[in-house]
């Protein structure tokens, strides 16, 4: 009886080991590759725009941005792509790099002044919107261009970019099919156009450009 009980206890040990192994670990925030340090980077960034200040009253030239400001701006644009609002857009890496140009620009705007909720500079929060409406951006712009494209397509006749000289009837038929679908894919993708201009205008009107905001999983304070 001893053994029987011993075996059982040993089987059940080895089911929770496996389970504990199963089990997805958490990451913890600042584990994460493009974790940005809140308090760090917005002191760093009030440090940068006092010095600019600096500069320009007593005539010098503008500073140029910190390495760290600046891996900071990719960091964020990187980590906000890979949210699931934008991640799967084929265009991600140009939607980086809009938001990263847009935060280089928009830090002589950045005002060290602002009030925030703990009474801290919050510059996490304020680039983090600028990339969010920089993505915005981009994505109407790919959409416009895709369009004019499908437009394009529809004008010039969709069966004049197939090969005219199928060889039999059942080639014929399934280019005919696929031009069907072709017609439809371009009905359905004019139909979410319009759902998506009119999401973009109420994500506009909703998300108004504010100094402090949730972002938890980004920052510690």
């Given at each position: 009886m001893?053994l029987k009980?011993s075996?059982?206890?040993?089987t059940?040990i ?9 089990r997805p670990v ?15 980077f917005s ?8 010095t600019?200040k600096?500069?320009k ?5 503008q ?15 990187e980590?906000?792509?890979h949210?699931?609002?934008f991640?799967r ?6 939607m ?7 935060c ?9 002044e602002a009030a925030?909720r703990t009474?801290?500079p ?5 680039f ?9 951006r ?5 959409k416009k261009?895709?369009d ?37 894919r ?11 201009k009119?999401?973009?205008k109420?994500e ?9 905001s ?8």
């Amino acid at each position: 009886m001893t053994l029987k009980k011993s075996k059982t206890n040993t089987t059940e040990i080895d089911a929770n080991s496996a389970l504990d192994t199963a089990r997805p670990v958490k990451i913890k925030p600042k584990d994460k590759p493009h974790y940005v340090n809140n308090a760090q980077f917005s002191q760093a960034v009030v440090d940068y725009c006092t010095t600019v200040k600096e500069a320009k009253e007593s005539g010098n030239g503008q500073p140029i941005i910190p390495d760290y400001i600046a891996t900071c701006f990719l960091k964020i644009c990187e980590g906000l792509s890979h949210k699931a609002n934008f991640v799967r857009y084929t265009y991600r890496e140009e939607m980086v790099m809009d938001a990263v140009e847009n935060c280089l620009k928009a830090i002589q705007n950045y005002n060290i002044e602002a009030a925030t909720r703990t009474g801290k500079p919050n510059a996490f929060a304020y680039f983090t919107q600028i990339s969010w409406f920089a993505f915005l951006r981009r994505i109407e712009k790919e959409k416009k261009q895709q369009d004019i494209k499908m437009k394009y397509m529809e004008q010039s006749g969709i069966e004049n970019f197939l090969d005219q000289e199928l060889g039999d009837a059942q080639s014929r038929q399934v280019a005919a099919a696929f031009v069907d679908q072709l017609r439809f894919r371009i009905d359905e993708i004019k139909d979410k156009d319009k759902e998506w201009k009119e999401i973009v205008k109420k994500e506009r009107k909703r998300r108004t450009v504010k100094v402090d905001s949730d972002l938890g999983d980004f920052i510690e304070n």
